[in-house]
């Protein structure tokens, strides 16, 4: 091994180190009991007791003052609420106008597409602070169908211009040659145009699930504990259940355990949902 | 000859006239409702827009009076606000530019397939996953004055009352390391297939001509890269300029008002002194800069685009 590919191997494992570490370290912490997580110096062997998540399972959390109620699971059910819901309302909506845009070119088509886009870019305070007033006045205030609404913000620029690019890949001819075969436009659209940008819907989805699951800042805005997701929860978790640390890496864990996994599904699309279509994988 | 006629014979017809008319209208019929969606968001804004010429404080409804550009004056000459524009701007130049350095060292670094750097590409997509909030909450654990182990690994370093961002000299040290944590990993991926996307021949030509490895990188990778690095650069920065989640989560924009960026300085003025039409000024001065930055965005992104539908 000369000097030059020394040098390759230790930068590779600092970059590993970096950004694998943190999520190492919280996870065995989850598995941790306070007075393992306490001990100085710190150390990775320890009895893993898996007492941090039957706490948070079923809502009883011990501490030194007693044991109290904090209903994490139900900020995990939100999440999934929220998270699903919107990435399907926005699969409806999203998918017909992704459609529009890539195969005809209409008046006010580019200009809406660049409209949706540019929600993309703008300071959710900036909308949400308007939306507080309006939500509260007509009773979408602290409601799962409120924050779907708002967190299209997030999922329909990402279905839009993904699915798109699918779209303007998919041949035309194609399509025409199975409606000059007697089909209406509706039944090829489903049978042929749908099917063929499979894989840009199914990669939208998955990365417009993440990209909602991650969101923070709508639902601390927009709702209170009964509807808020884990990311908000899990803020509200740390100042309530104070020194309990074990307890908190495990409620980490959870709240990050969903998106992870689908990550792993989403890997192949990820470059060009990044980029908005822009790029490639 | 009128379609029912053809119909008459043809139990299937080719409804040619029907579908011209059809062909006006169906791009908007289809798109109508992701449209409709939006407009519901788009009013909102323009309110937003209104309030910040309001004095407008929900503690004071009486007082509520149009006063023009009154919140843009004294938010221009209030101290505060040029500190949360020093500080918004450190933030964003301190974190994008970070993160494309990193991010292209990486991205070079696994350039070539081996299974060490397949794994590795594979492995930092995870922080990139994370809520950024949830990861602000992790490195707050692990900087924990009492046990966290990146307290215990400095000061074994020698840092022994290392405060993280619990004091003002290192509070914007801490957020800017946990958002290099997150969104390093976004610049490489993207570099990384760009880098995977060009040509070889240029490089392989280099290589057969013994050109200094220096030239090749200036003169041959940077520029023919450029594109992607520049679209990396500004979608971050788009991002960046805006940051609230990982700030709110760790400090609040405390220590004092050591990180009261954009969005934490009218998130405290709406929510704290539920003055409504400053805390709209706030934003309206920050989604016109954000508003600008999207414009060159979008040009870069839109090229991009371009050449890889082009290329499919």
């Known amino acids: ?14 970059i590993g180190l970096f950004f694998l570490f ?8 989850s598995f941790m009991t306070n007075a393992d997580i306490l001990r100085n110096p710190p150390s990775p062997f320890f009895s893993p007791t898996f007492h941090n ?7 009883q959390l011990v501490t030194t003052v007693g044991t109290q109620k904090i209903d994490y699971m139900l900020n995990l059910f939100n999440s999934t609420v929220l998270s699903a819901f919107s990435v399907i309302l926005s699969l409806i909506l999203g998918v017909p106008a992704a459609y529009a845009f890539a195969r005809y070119k209409f008046r006010l088509g580019e200009d809406m597409a660049f409209t949706l886009l540019s929600f993309r870019f703008a300071p959710p305070l900036l909308v949400l602070l308007p939306l507080l007033l309006y939500f509260q006045s007509i009773g979408l205030y602290d409601t799962y169908i409120g924050l779907i609404w708002v967190y299209q913000l997030i999922t329909l620029p990402l279905v839009l211009w993904i699915v798109r690019g699918y779209f303007e890949d998919v041949s035309e001819d194609i399509e025409l040659a199975y409606r000059l075969d007697g089909h209406s436009w509706l039944s090829t659209f489903f049978r042929i145009s749908i099917p063929l940008a499979r894989p840009g819907i199914a990669a939208a989805a998955l990365l417009s699930f993440i990209f909602a699951w991650n969101n923070f800042i709508f639902a601390l805005i927009l709702g209170s504990s009964s509807v808020q997701p884990v990311t908000v929860g899990a803020l509200a978790f740390v100042t309530a259940s104070g020194i309990e640390y074990g307890q908190i890496a ?3 864990v959870f709240s990050i355990v969903p998106t992870l996994v689908l990550a792993m599904f989403t890997q192949r699309y990820l470059v060009e949902g990044l980029s908005l279509g822009a790029i490639k994988g | 000859m009128s379609t029912s006629g053809v119909a008459g014979v043809n139990a299937r017809p080719v409804p040619r006239r029907h579908g011209a008319r059809m062909a006006g209208v169906l791009p908007y019929l289809l798109s109508m409702p992701a449209l409709l969606a939006c407009v519901g968001i788009l009013i909102p804004f323009i309110n937003a827009v209104y309030y910040s010429l309001q004095r407008y404080n929900l503690a004071f409804p009486t007082t509520r009076k149009f006063i023009w550009f009154g919140n843009y004056v004294s938010l221009l ?3 505060g606000f040029w500190h949360t524009i020093l500080v918004s701007m450190t933030y964003t130049i301190l974190t994008v530019g970070l993160e494309l350095l990193l991010g292209l060292g990486i991205a070079m670094l696994l350039w070539r397939r081996t299974l060490v750097t397949n794994l590795l590409s594979v492995a930092l997509i995870l922080p990139l996953m994370v809520a950024p909030a949830i990861a602000s909450l992790m490195w707050k654990l692990m900087t924990n004055a009492n046990f966290g182990i990146l307290s215990y690994f400095v000061s074994l370093l020698g840092f022994h009352d290392f405060k993280w961002a619990s004091a003002p000299q290192t509070a914007m040290f801490t957020v800017v390391l946990v958002d290099m944590w997150v969104y390093t990993p976004f610049i490489t991926i993207l570099l990384l297939a760009g880098l995977r996307g060009l040509p070889r021949q240029p490089f392989e ?45 760790m400090t609040q924009g405390g220590p004092g008002d050591t990180l009261m960026v954009f969005q934490i300085q009218a ?8 003055n409504i039409g400053r805390a709209s000024a706030i934003l309206v001065i920050l989604w016109a800069i954000t508003y600008a930055l999207s414009n060159v965005f979008v040009k870069n992104w839109l090229r991009l685009r371009e050449r890889a539908r082009g290329r499919a």
């Open chain 1, 22 to 29: 943190p999520l190492f370290w919280v996870v065995l912490m």
């Open chain 1, 53 to 59: 998540y039957v706490a948070l399972v079923s809502g």
């Open chain 2, 77 to 79: 000459s209030d101290a």
């Open chain 1, 250 to 252: 495990a409620a980490l």
């Open chain 2, 267 to 274: 998130y405290t003025q709406a929510f704290i002194f539920t």
């Open chain 2, 205 to 249: 030509a280099a290589e057969l001509d013994g050109v200094p490895a220096t030239f090749v990188f200036f003169r041959i990778m940077l520029p023919m890269l450029f594109p992607y690095i520049l679209t990396a650069g500004l979608f971050r920065m788009l991002d960046s300029i805006q940051q609230f989640d990982i700030i709110y989560a």
């Open chain 1, 1 to 14: 091994m000369n000097g030059k590919s020394v040098l390759r191997a230790v930068a590779l494992t600092l």
